[in-house]
């Protein structure tokens, strides 16, 4: 991607005043990923930053994705501003027509990424339960509302970025797993009780002043809100693959984030989310070949083809309650 802004990034700052005449801005390129475009652009002392969603995925298989996935991104930032004001970046300006909204720019040296501290192997379990609580709120506060959930009927969109690529495709390449990721797609699928944002993970997470600000918002969807707190846990437990020195307090952060969130369930019996929960769901049916490692009643168990950078997540919950990772290579749903 270029850093050079076209016709429309250029017309867009223009036609919103973010950049006035006479005035030079400098466009800088941040990492999108594979969904989308990004850019800061500072001019005379202001910085912000400019995204748009792509459409097809920056990855080499054909992976095609309704780029109106911008404005519900957009949406979900304004949602978010009116229950936790600090859990979203401000917004600037948007434009459905270019696909492109403006926010503020959030420094690095104020904003850390969760990811690379847990990477680094800074893990604070403290932080860990205000990344819970956070979604617990947000889904609280939008179950059941049906003026949310006409702004978020973003089935296709959610279709397309995680049910297919992430379940769908698993259960393919895993041949005796596929009536298990079957059912369990179309139960994600046919559960609409809340706003979830959708990829909720370490790396869509910054270390704000006084909470997690939740960035990349572009699945946001009215669904099943066991996913999101699924899917944070996922990445969690993969963090234990890339840093074992940390095992113990990557599960002391999994067991915080997990009851916390669970604090804030009011929307249905607490039990109800948990056996939905994709992490249980799997519990039986997703085995692992080596031998374990048990740190404190978790087993861990890194199947020998995963590949650093590469490695998918197994999650097992035995019958006496352990809960083990295995590594396996391919498939979306391993990003870490």
């Not at 080499?60 to 501003?81: K, S």
Request: hydrophobic letters at 40%.
């Amino acid at each position: 991607m270029s850093s050079a802004p076209d016709n429309d990034l250029q017309a867009f700052v223009t036609d919103f005043g973010l950049v006035r005449d006479g005035e030079t801005a400098i466009w800088s390129v941040l990492g999108g990923g594979v969904s989308c475009d990004v850019w800061r652009v500072d001019v005379d002392g202001r910085s912000f930053c400019i995204k748009r969603a792509l459409a097809q995925l920056r990855v080499e298989a054909e992976w095609r994705a309704p780029v109106e996935r911008n404005a519900t991104e957009w949406a979900w930032f304004e949602t978010v501003h009116d229950i936790c004001a600090d859990a979203a970046p401000a917004l600037i300006a948007h434009d459905p027509a270019r696909g492109l909204f403006a926010m503020e720019f959030l420094a690095p040296e104020r904003y850390q990424l969760w990811k690379a501290r847990l990477l680094a192997g800074e893990v604070d379990a403290g932080f860990a339960d205000r990344v819970g609580d956070t979604p617990g709120r947000i889904h609280a506060a939008t179950a059941g509302d049906a003026r949310i959930a006409g702004r978020f009927a973003t089935d296709d969109a959610f279709y397309a970025l995680r049910i297919e690529p992430y379940l769908l495709a698993t259960g393919a390449r895993h041949r005796d797993l596929q009536t298990v990721f079957e059912a369990l797609a179309a139960r994600t699928a046919e559960t609409h009780l809340a706003l979830v944002h959708g990829d909720v993970r370490p790396k869509n997470i910054l270390i704000g002043p006084r909470r997690p600000v939740f960035l990349d918002a572009e699945t946001a969807w009215y669904g099943d809100p066991a996913f999101d707190r699924a899917f944070c846990l996922n990445h969690l437990l993969l963090k234990c693959l890339w840093n074992r020195r940390a095992v113990t307090r990557f599960l002391a952060c999994f067991d915080r984030l997990a009851q916390t969130y669970l604090g804030a369930v009011t929307w249905e019996p607490r039990e109800e989310i948990e056996a939905r929960n994709q992490l249980d769901e799997l519990g039986e049916e997703v085995g692992c070949r080596d031998e374990p490692s048990a740190v404190r009643g978790h087993q861990l168990r890194p199947c020998p083809e995963a590949k650093r950078g590469e490695a998918g997540l197994d999650v097992c919950r035995q019958p006496g309650g352990e809960q083990t990772v295995a590594g396996r290579e391919g498939g979306n749903h391993g990003c870490l």
